[in-house]
């Protein structure tokens, strides 16, 4: 199957759907990702897959562009159906003000002070109201998996007695920002009720008073995609001198979304002082998301930040072609010596998950489930105060060799927990146990089922 170099979604949402013979993108075959993840994760995942020979699956987000969940989607849904699962993927409709209202939904699920309206709620309703009169479903799964705040809603209107509905929450989303907002936590609550389970990145994430069973299962990167197979040192070139960068001067990057939460004040700040002691160039790279109008706001301050100063590059990366957007990543960390994500919240951050892969010594806040991924010192650094994080950032300059111990160390971490076929497997037990009853929520709905090992946070963290 030849991959599309765009996902331009039907008319009606579809991204991805054999039924409709709207296949654009694919992965590699199966037996490839043994040579990376071992005959034992793949036979996990067969056996997991085996037990759901022919379900029908729809898995619904708010954009097939941009974002951790689309890329994740991305890999997933093929192999699902490669795997003998019938998984199709569509995306919700709505208009700027709605996006606006669900960016403004996030962010207060992530702590942002700040209610959310009597009119935020009816932008909400109205709009999911016109996505199940448009009969976003239309045929029958037997599985309705839902990623994120946007298309949390649909349940109310669409879900049928035999189907299993999930929520997969990507979010970093805790329950004091709930019980400290009462109308947030009705709001959020109310749509949550008629779900089978849920599924979290992280443990501290789960909604304890939500009644219904809950799995714990982190996201991943799939090794063999555009963003994250090894690319020959030509092709790094070749993006470096596309954008005009030196490559003989040290490169910091810093790659995700155009978000407030990202901390790209913070790598400007620490990267700044680390130049002034020896010379170095930073790469502020990004994307604008369908579902985030927020994104262009951001990145307009960024440019007028950053417009004197010439050792750092702001590279807004066109999605026109998704592969090549990819690959343009992928060779940005390749080329960095150091990568940051000092982000202030953070569900999850695959962006360091994909800077650990690629053996680079990644500088991440303590922050979210960032700390599942990096251990201070051991597999990256933590980000501190500007001051301090310059010093980590010239210490890893001036010291190759150290930097390639915990770049390995980071990598290996993430061949042993965030790879696809590992938590793809976890998914469909999850569904497995759900469909099955293993989990009913009428008899176990404070239950958790974790497929990750559940550390408190400090213990991940190096003494």
Not at 232 to 253: F, G, H, N, T
Not at 325 to 337: L, S, T
Not at 392 to 405: D, G, M, S, W
Request: with cysteine; glycine share 6%; proline share 6%.
């Amino acid at each position: 199957m030849v991959e599309s170099e765009n996902i331009m979604p039907l008319a009606d949402g579809t991204v991805y759907s054999k039924r409709k013979n709207f296949c654009p993108m694919s992965v590699p075959p199966i037996e490839a990702y043994t040579a990376i993840v071992g005959e034992e994760e793949m036979e996990r995942l067969l056996r997991a897959a085996k037990q759901l020979q022919g379900l029908k699956l729809l898995e619904l987000n708010s954009t097939a562009q941009g974002g951790g969940v689309a890329e994740m989607l991305y890999s997933s849904i093929p192999m699902m159906n490669a795997l003998g699962i019938e998984a199709e993927w569509k995306i919700i409709q709505g208009n700027k003000e709605y996006f606006e209202c669900t960016k403004s939904l996030h962010n207060l699920l992530q702590g942002m002070e700040g209610d959310f309206t009597r009119e935020m709620v009816k932008t909400y309703t109205d709009n999911l109201a016109r996505c199940s009169e448009a009969n976003i479903i239309d045929y029958e799964p037997e599985v309705v998996l839902v990623h994120d705040p946007q298309p949390l809603g649909l349940a109310h209107w669409l879900k049928r007695a035999e189907q299993k509905w999930l929520w997969r929450c990507h979010i970093d989303i805790e329950e004091e920002t709930l019980e400290n907002n009462p109308g947030l936590w009705d709001f959020v609550t109310g749509w949550t009720d008629v779900y089978d389970a849920a599924i979290f990145t992280s443990a501290h994430y789960i909604v304890s008073q939500w009644p219904l069973p809950k799995f714990i299962i982190p996201p991943f990167i799939d090794p063999l995609s555009e963003k994250n197979r090894e690319l020959p040192q030509q092709k790094i070139d070749e993006v470096l001198a596309r954008y005009q960068i030196d490559p003989v001067i040290p490169i910091i990057a810093h790659i995700g979304r155009f978000d407030p939460w990202k901390g790209i004040d913070r790598t400007i700040a620490a990267f700044r002082l680390a130049r002034a002691e020896k010379r170095c160039q930073l790469i502020l790279a990004g994307a604008l998301a369908s579902d985030d109008p927020e994104g262009e706001r951001i990145l307009n301050d960024i440019y007028e930040a950053t417009k004197k100063d010439e050792d750092i590059h702001v590279l807004n990366l066109s999605q026109a072609d998704r592969l090549e957007n990819f690959r343009e990543v992928n060779a940005i960390q390749r080329a960095a010596r150091v990568i940051m994500q000092p982000s202030t919240k953070e569900g999850f951050g695959l962006v360091i998950t994909e800077g650990l892969w690629k053996s680079k010594p990644v500088i991440g806040a303590d922050v979210g489930a960032i700390p599942l991924q990096i251990r201070d010192g051991d597999t990256g650094y933590f980000y501190q105060t500007p001051r301090r994080t310059a010093k980590k950032i010239l210490y890893l300059l001036e010291n190759p060799q150290a930097a390639t111990a915990i770049g390995e160390k980071g990598k290996k971490y993430v061949k042993e927990h965030f790879l696809l076929p590992s938590r793809l497997a976890d998914q469909l037990m999850a569904i497995q146990m759900t469909v099955k009853g293993a989990v009913d929520k009428n008899i176990c709905s404070q239950c958790i089922v974790s497929f990750h090992p559940w550390y408190k946070l400090d213990k991940r963290r190096r003494k």
